[in-house]
Nanobody, 120 residues
Framework: QLLLVESGGGLVQPGGSLRLSCAAP????????MGWYRQAPGKQRELVAT???????NYADSVKGRFTISRDNANDTVCLQMNSLKPEDTTVYYC??????????????WGQGTQVTVSS
């Protein structure tokens, strides 16, 4: 069972920065889109940012201009640089990746989640 490994969450003051990292286990399969999602208690999981294998990015309106997603294809990692953090960014963040032999057979995998808390 593939599992993505996340790191970098924590407590930060409003206006501060955090960097989340996620590593996919080394595999013979290809990694397609990667991304970050977040889920607050009692709410649906929502997209934060995604990035294709060629580097095209997509962001939720709420994080545009503050968050930056990047990936290192050589090391199968994806990062989320979060700047100008706000209390409403507080929640659990999940890493996601589509992995498979080919696009028709790829499956999505998730990390265990990392807590981000923005508070003074």
């Amino acid at each position: 069972q593939l599992l993505l490994v996340e790191s970098g969450g924590g407590l930060v003051q409003p206006g501060g920065s955090l960097r989340l990292s996620c590593a996919a286990p080394r595999s013979i399969f290809s990694i397609y889109d990667m991304g970050w999602y977040r889920q607050a208690p009692g709410k649906q999981r929502e997209l934060v940012a995604t990035i294709t294998s060629s580097g095209s990015t997509n962001y939720a309106d709420s994080v545009k201009g503050r968050f930056t997603i990047s990936r290192d294809n050589a090391n199968d990692t994806v990062c989320l640089q979060m700047n100008s953090l706000k209390p409403e960014d507080t929640t659990v963040y999940y890493c996601n990746a589509f992995i498979g032999r080919s696009i028709p057979t790829m499956k999505d995998y998730w990390g265990q989640g990392t807590q981000v808390t923005v508070s003074s």
